[in-house]
Structures are given as C-alpha cells and as structure tokens.
C-alpha cells in the first residue's frame, strides 16, 4: 500500500548513514545494503525526526526549494515510497 499525504512516517531502527561527498549513503545494518541519497533526498530524510506527516514534509521543502506543490508532493511521495520499500521508513499508525 501506498503512502498518502496524511501518512505518518518515522525512520526504522537498524541502520547507518554516512556522508559521501554531496551524497549521504543509508545502510541497513541487518542487510548490509547500502543506498546513495541526493541533496534533496537528504532534506526529506533530515525532516524524519522522530513520526511526521508526510504533508509537513512537503510544506517543509516548499520552504526551502523553489517547486511548485503538486510537484513536490508527487516527488516526496515516490521518494518516501522508494524508502518503505526498502524497509528504511514505516507508516505509523494515526491515534488521533
């Protein structure tokens, strides 16, 4: 399943990332792979700070690149995605 706009998301336990010149590489430890992020996978990665909603990402980025919305939130959202199938982030359930 899909993420949607009003998903909340945190990064999963059990991995590593380093910085590699403009790239940050993402290992998960209990699989050894490895993943390359760009600069602005980086920003979305960095607004994971503990759970988020995926919208406070999107208007946290509208911030700080010059994007239009439905743009953003396509490419947030193919991103995210990208990293839930690769066990990196999970959806967490909503209680309120």
Known sequence: MHLSLDDIVTKRAGQMEADIGAETLMMRIDSGRYFS????????????????????????????????????????????????????IERVQDCG
């Open 37 to 88: 992020v760009s600069e602005t996978g980086l920003a979305i990665w960095r607004e994971m700070d503990g759970e988020v909603r995926v919208s406070s990402i999107v208007d946290a980025l509208l911030g700080t690149y010059d994007v239009g919305r439905m743009e953003c939130e396509a490419e947030t959202l193919r991103f995210l995605n990208d990293l839930m199938t690769h066990d990196l």
